[in-house]
């Protein structure tokens, strides 16, 4: 008969918690600097010159095309052969906003994209710059439209930190996976973990649902 013993898991809850915590941490900055990098990619490929395209668009296609965890190696793994070493909390957190801003410029293009015309040229009737244009009259009912994908896309990337345990980030998957490490309950550690990430993903959707109308493009 099969013994489940969830409180030789639970008992090392202050890991559990610092993990999450951690893995909340990765989430907060690489979203917020992860969408920057996809809205300047996205204005770059909608009006920029042909050459910031063609970079961009090179960009986006390479990390779109390639998995996560190879970005990440070559970042932490990769990188130190050309003199530049990374802290596994760095090397994860540029991971993360490099992959979500090239995800996040694809969406967002995508809202860009069907801002109507009219619009567009009702503002400039009005002597406003292109920036402003740009700022104030595409960007905020683009992200509107697009929000609930660039919601989604974030969680993806939360729950796709489970890997940076594999440089040794002390995210919650690393916790679960040292907890196992110690008592050999690998069912109930990962189980626990299961469901702490469910919990974080129903957080952090509520979240920023919640932030997104009232920060970024309004009601």
């Known amino acids: 008969m099969i013994a489940f013993d969830f ?16 893995t909340l941490a990765l989430t907060a900055v690489s979203a917020t600097l992860g969408l920057g990098l996809g809205v300047a990619c996205a204005w770059a490929r909608t009006y920029g010159g042909a050459t910031l395209r063609f970079v961009v668009g090179a960009y986006v296609e390479a990390i779109r095309n390639t998995p996560f965890i190879v970005q990440l190696f070559f970042l932490f793994f990769g990188l130190p052969s050309l003199g530049v070493k990374l802290t596994p909390e760095t090397a994860s957190v ?8 090239a995800y996040a410029a694809e969406i967002v293009r995508a809202g860009i994209s069907a801002t109507p015309r009219g619009q567009i040229e009702a503002a400039q009737s009005l002597a406003l710059s ?24 974030i969680i993806i990337v939360m729950l796709g930190s489970a890997v940076c345990s594999q440089v040794s980030t002390q995210e919650l998957s690393y916790a679960a996976n040292l907890i196992q490490s110690r008592n050999f309950r690998a069912f109930e550690a990962f189980i626990v973990a299961t469901v702490m990430y469910l919990a974080l993903s129903v957080f952090v959707r509520q979240l920023l649902n919640w932030a997104g109308p009232r920060f970024l493009f309004g009601r």
């Open 94 to 101: 540029l991971a993360m906003v490099v992959n979500l801003g």
């Open 130 to 153: 292109a920036r402003q244009v740009f700022t104030r009259v595409v960007l905020p009912p683009a992200l509107k439209r697009v929000w609930p994908a660039l919601v989604s896309q």
């Open 7 to 22: 409180p030789a898991v639970l008992v090392e809850w202050p890991m559990l918690l610092k993990g999450a915590g951690i």
